[in-house]
Nanobody, 122 residues
């Protein structure tokens, strides 16, 4: 079992910055990939992929955040960081961390964090 703990959300003015962290802990595992998704209001809206990073460090971003967000990871700490710059009101959402994990038996699983609110005021 793996637990993901997110931190770093909050309220910021448009043009400002925030850094989200996602720390993984638990039994023996290897993280293949980290990803951040977001879900905007209303709550029923589909969760959208914001950014993802592979075990080798390759990244991909949603078009809406390219050039503004940077996703990185510290494998030694099993932690991913999403640096968000030049924030816009439309970035307001609950951000969820996702980790694709392989355990010591080779079983792959997906885990989710509890979500962290990011609010950008105009």
């Amino acid at each position: 079992q793996v637990q993901l703990v997110e931190s770093g959300g909050g309220l910021v003015q448009a043009g400002g910055s925030l850094r989200l962290s996602c720390a993984a802990s638990g039994s023996t595992f290897t993280i293949n990939a980290f990803a951040w998704y977001r879900q905007r209001q209303p709550p029923g809206k589909q969760r959208e992929l914001v950014a993802a990073i592979s075990s080798g460090g390759s990244t991909k971003y949603a078009d809406s955040v390219k050039g503004r967000f940077t996703l990185s990871r510290d494998n030694a700490k099993n932690t991913a960081y999403l640096q968000m710059n030049s924030l816009k009101p439309e970035d307001t959402a609950v951000y969820y961390c996702n980790a694709n994990v392989v355990d010591d038996l080779g079983t792959k699983s997906d885990y989710w964090g509890q979500g962290t609110q990011v609010t950008v005021s105009s």
